[in-house]
């Protein structure tokens, strides 16, 4: 059968929404992935189980080509695949859903319990800086804030996409005070600053962070500032495969991101094509564990370099991809 014309048009307009980050941040993608699947499974005209398995294979492989580098999104439909259990269409139905929404509501309740132990870290008192939007990481704020703690926050804009400009819109929701800095600015206004408080797409058996182009080096200027580094991450962003040596892809994504056509020809001049004249744009960046001081997951708060041993725990030593099959 052709898998590709029996993906549900929900699943292709969800990828679509994927890849151009209308639907971004590593937990909402494996949200959205695993509600797509739940649909796929919902809506299938499958007659025959190993058509219904095959479509939702197909599906998810859809989900899983659209960006690379966020852990989360084949975490979450390794997760859902994995349940899916019956021996009728019926039943593969069934238990699909329920474990879809299972996932749904244990991502949910996961960062509600990191935002509490991230919380734990933060004094009445205290400026946070952030880099990004992570949701995982204003989760940790929220419960500062529900519990009476006053915090402020110094929100680096983080081009090109300025996501920052959502974390401070939602910092403003909560009343809390929000300096919004450009990113070349964030050296000089560490010194205000008690906290570097980030996100994290993928966790590292090394305990390396992989998180928004710029993480990297906001960690080495706070090292060197003395103001810990602290990374909010759900156990969904570890990343089983580099338990066995592989390392996480870094997106590349497209450089109009950064240079807009129109101002492209400005830099250039009169060659508004050269060739010579090259935009790079990773989404991405590696920070070595050495500059992170904790990681604040559901289960607790590591130092980098024992994450492997929440890893190996919670993902074994097995890493196949169910949609490869
Ligand atoms: P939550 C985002 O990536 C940012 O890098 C952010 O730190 C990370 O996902 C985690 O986000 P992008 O999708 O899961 O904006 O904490 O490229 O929301």
Redesign the pocket.
């Known amino acids: 059968m052709d898998e590709q014309g029996a993906l549900d048009p929900d699943v292709v307009e969800t990828a679509e929404q994927i890849a151009a ?1 209308d639907i ?7 949200d959205a992935a695993a509600g797509a699947l739940a649909t796929q499974a919902d809506r299938s005209d499958a007659e025959r189980p190993a058509v219904f398995r095959a479509q939702l294979r197909a599906a998810a492989k859809t989900l899983y080509e659209t ?1 690379p ?2 852990v ?1 999104l084949p975490n979450a439909l390794r997760y859902v695949l994995r349940g899916m259990e019956g021996i009728t269409v019926t039943e593969l139905r069934a238990s699909t859903v329920a474990r879809a929404e299972e996932f749904q509501t244990e991502l949910a309740q996961a ?1 509600e319990q990191l935002g509490r132990v991230g919380a734990n870290r933060l004094r009445d008192g205290d400026v946070v800086m952030t ?9 940790c704020i929220e419960a500062a804030v529900d519990a009476g703690t006053d915090i402020e926050a110094i929100v680096k804009e983080t081009r090109p ?1 300025k ?1 920052g400009h959502i974390t401070a819109r939602q910092l403003r929701e909560w009343d809390v005070p929000v300096t919004l800095i450009v990113d070349n600015a964030a050296r000089r206004y560490l010194d205000e600053a008690d906290h570097v408080l ?4 993928s966790i590292a058996a090394d305990g390396s962070v992989i ?2 182009i710029g ?1 990297s080096g906001l960690a080495v200027n706070a090292r060197e500032r003395g103001v810990p580094v602290m990374v ?3 156990t969904i ?1 570890l990343h089983p495969d580099t338990m066995t040596g592989h390392t996480v892809e870094i ?1 590349m994504r497209d450089e109009t991101e950064v240079l807009p056509v129109p101002e492209r020809a400005d830099v250039t001049g009169e060659q508004p094509n050269d060739e010579g004249f090259v935009v790079e744009n990773p ?2 960046d590696v920070t070595p564990p050495r500059y992170v001081d904790a990681i604040v997951t559901e289960r607790g708060q590591f130092p980098p370099e024992s994450i492997v041993i929440l890893m190996r725990e919670l993902f074994g030593e097995t890493t196949a991809e169910p949609w490869e099959r």
């Open positions: 980050m971004r941040g590593a937990a909402t993608i494996a960006r580098t966020a989360s960062q880099h990004c939007h992570s949701t995982d990481a204003l989760s996409r996501q980030v996100g994290a797409d998180n928004k993480t909010a991450a759900q962003k997106e989404g991405f």
